[in-house]
């Protein structure tokens, strides 16, 4: 497996060290370049971290004026809709840092698949000041790990898999019945960080596969960043099911 694994007890103090290491990197890169870009995860593991961001303690730590805020996936949905990705960071995070609407890079899940993709390219383009065949370095990006495998919406057995010259895409995900719009793998391997949270029990077996092969059979196994560094958080239950885990 590629990267470094950092491991917590629990659900509680792995959402700090991942909210900690968010707000070091995004520091850091607003302090030697004056700007800094952080791609959000969906799903739900990622929610108690976005809330200690927005949190009283945290809030104030990065100035929010300077960082631009993107996701790795959308579902095509409403942004109103409780399935939006979008509208998770919203309620936990967006309205509690006071960060520009112009800094905020919302995936457009109620439009046509292909047009919110196309859209959101060139909205990645013009946030980052990218050149038309330039690709991405955001500062850090989150992904959280699905039982299946896949990072952002990049599940097993889909074409977006294959996807190596545009920054996102749509795919429809017959497992789930339904459309998606997602980074591609060439554009999360550009960034400088890239941050995978994976908790609970369910995603043992899977991160377990995952770190003990190299050949690669999931989605997960293609983070392979290009210059930057890959960062596993997991918790105790996602160790220890590989016997990875030293009682501390
Ligand atoms: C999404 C995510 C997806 C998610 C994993 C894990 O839109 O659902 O981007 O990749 O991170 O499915 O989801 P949970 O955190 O809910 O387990």
Same mark, same amino acid.
């Given at each position: 497996? $590629?990267? %470094?694994?950092?491991?917590?007890?629990?659900?509680?103090?792995?959402?700090?060290?991942?909210?900690?290491?968010?707000?070091?990197?995004?520091?850091?890169?607003?302090?030697?370049?004056?700007?800094?870009?952080?791609?959000? +995860? &969906?799903?739900?593991?990622?929610?108690?971290?976005?809330?200690?961001?927005?949190?009283?303690?945290?809030?104030?730590?990065?100035?929010?004026?300077?960082?631009?805020?993107?996701?790795?996936?959308?579902?095509?949905?409403?942004?109103?809709?409780?399935?939006?990705?979008?509208?998770?960071?919203?309620?936990?995070?967006?309205?509690?840092?006071?960060?520009? %609407?112009?800094?905020?890079?919302?995936?457009?899940? %109620?439009?046509?698949?292909?047009?919110?993709?196309?859209?959101?390219?060139?909205?990645?383009?013009?946030?980052?000041?990218?050149?038309?065949?330039?690709?991405?370095?955001?500062?850090?990006?989150?992904?959280?790990?699905?039982?299946?495998?896949?990072?952002?919406?990049?599940?097993?057995?889909?074409?977006?898999?294959?996807?190596?010259?545009?920054?996102?895409?749509?795919?429809?995900?017959?497992?789930?019945?339904?459309?998606?719009?997602?980074?591609?793998?060439?554009?999360?391997?550009?960034?400088?960080?890239?941050?995978?949270?994976? +908790?609970?029990?369910?995603?043992?077996?899977?991160?377990?596969?995952?770190? +003990?092969?190299?050949?690669? %059979?999931?989605?997960?196994?293609?983070?392979?960043?290009?210059?930057?560094?890959?960062?596993?958080? $997991?918790?105790?239950?996602?160790?220890?099911? &590989?016997?990875?885990?030293?009682?501390?």
């Amino acid at each position: 497996m $590629i990267g %470094e694994i950092h491991t917590f007890e629990n659900a509680h103090t792995l959402a700090g060290g991942v909210a900690g290491r968010i707000l070091e990197t995004l520091s850091e890169a607003v302090t030697t370049s004056g700007t800094a870009s952080l791609v959000l +995860s &969906g799903g739900k593991t990622p929610r108690d971290v976005y809330q200690l961001l927005g949190s009283e303690d945290c809030r104030d730590s990065v100035p929010w004026s300077l960082v631009h805020l993107f996701w790795g996936d959308e579902r095509c949905v409403p942004p109103t809709m409780p399935e939006s990705n979008y509208r998770m960071a919203k309620e936990v995070l967006l309205d509690a840092i006071g960060i520009p %609407e112009r800094n905020i890079h919302r995936i457009h899940g %109620e439009a046509p698949p292909q047009d919110a993709a196309r859209a959101y390219e060139r909205e990645i383009r013009s946030a980052l000041g990218l050149r038309h065949d330039a690709w991405p370095h955001f500062t850090l990006v989150l992904l959280g790990l699905g039982t299946d495998g896949h990072v952002a919406s990049l599940f097993p057995g889909t074409l977006a898999l294959q996807e190596r010259k545009r920054i996102v895409t749509e795919v429809y995900v017959e497992s789930l019945k339904s459309s998606r719009i997602t980074l591609t793998f060439p554009a999360l391997n550009s960034a400088e960080e890239i941050v995978v949270l994976v +908790s609970g029990k369910l995603k043992a077996p899977i991160f377990q596969k995952i770190r +003990s092969s190299d050949t690669p %059979e999931y989605p997960a196994q293609l983070v392979q960043p290009v210059s930057g560094r890959v960062h596993w958080y $997991i918790d105790r239950e996602v160790a220890e099911a &590989g016997g990875g885990w030293d009682a501390p």
